[in-house]
T-cell receptor, first 114, second 108 residues
Framework: DTGVSQDPRHKITKRGQNVTFRCDPI?????LYWYRQTLGQGPEFLTY????????KSRLLSDRFSAERPKGSFSTLEIQRTEQGDSAMYLC????????????FGPGTRLTVT | GQSLEQPSEVTAVEGAIVQINCTYQ??????LSWYQQHDGGAPTFLSY????GLEETGRFSSFLSRSDSYGYLLLQELQMKDSASYFC?????????FGPGTRLSVLP
């Protein structure tokens, strides 16, 4: 069990550019979640996958955000036409079937939009 | 909507007991989780309550009262390493809503 990993750990981009983040969950976990966290706030739910199916997407998530989990293993989160307000820590988490309340988080990708 | 409320800060001394409260909105609510996050670290799972009552895990306990839409995390025998942010998180169907977090400072 190597835990949840995320890549890259840090990303600096200019406004208007597209960025893509990757998350590798714990291997036996079929559920995968993406969150966004800003300083001093709790994680904000973005989207959730069960295997390869995206079952829930926050209404707060604009159409510039898209996530995929094509083979039910790793997932990618893409942000198109980044804005300064997208600067945040992007967290990925995974959980076992039926245990969504116990999520294991990765170290996060810190995005800075200049 | 679905939102949770927690105190923003709590301070206690080493060896003491501290309680962090959380209130939540009931519509669609399934259960309440607690997570710890140290500065610069990722949230780590502490405890979960789906039913009323107390769940004990070592020095940490968590309580839920559905009738009061309220829960709390109890930390006993506080240690310096317990200084961190603590989040309650409500399960609402496929959606998980985190509270704003309570920053705990443990003083020597």
């Amino acid at each position: 069990d190597t835990g949840v990993s995320q890549d890259p750990r840090h990303k600096i981009t200019k406004r208007g550019q597209n960025v893509t983040f990757r998350c590798d969950p714990i291997s036996e976990h079929n559920r995968l979640y993406w969150y966004r966290q800003t300083l001093g706030q709790g994680p904000e739910f973005l989207t959730y996958f069960q295997n390869e199916a995206q079952l829930e997407k926050s209404r707060l998530l604009s159409d510039r955000f898209s996530a995929e989990r094509p083979k039910g293993s790793f997932s990618t989160l893409e942000i198109q036409r980044t804005e300064q307000g997208d600067s945040a820590m992007y967290l990925c988490a995974s959980s076992q079937p039926g245990q969504g309340y116990e999520q294991y988080f990765g170290p996060g990708t810190r995005l800075t939009v200049t | 909507g679905q939102s949770l409320e927690q105190p923003s800060e709590v301070t206690a001394v080493e060896g003491a007991i501290v309680q962090i409260n959380c209130t939540y909105q009931t519509s669609g609510f399934y259960g309440l989780s607690w997570y710890q996050q140290h500065d610069g670290g990722a949230p780590t799972f502490l405890s979960y309550n789906a039913l009323d009552g107390l769940e004990e895990t070592g020095r940490f306990s968590s309580f839920l009262s559905r009738s009061d839409s309220y829960g709390y995390l109890l930390l006993q025998e506080l240690q310096m390493k317990d200084s961190a942010s603590y989040f309650c998180a409500g399960s609402y169907g496929q959606n998980f809503v985190f509270g704003p977090g309570t920053r705990l400072s443990v003083l020597p």
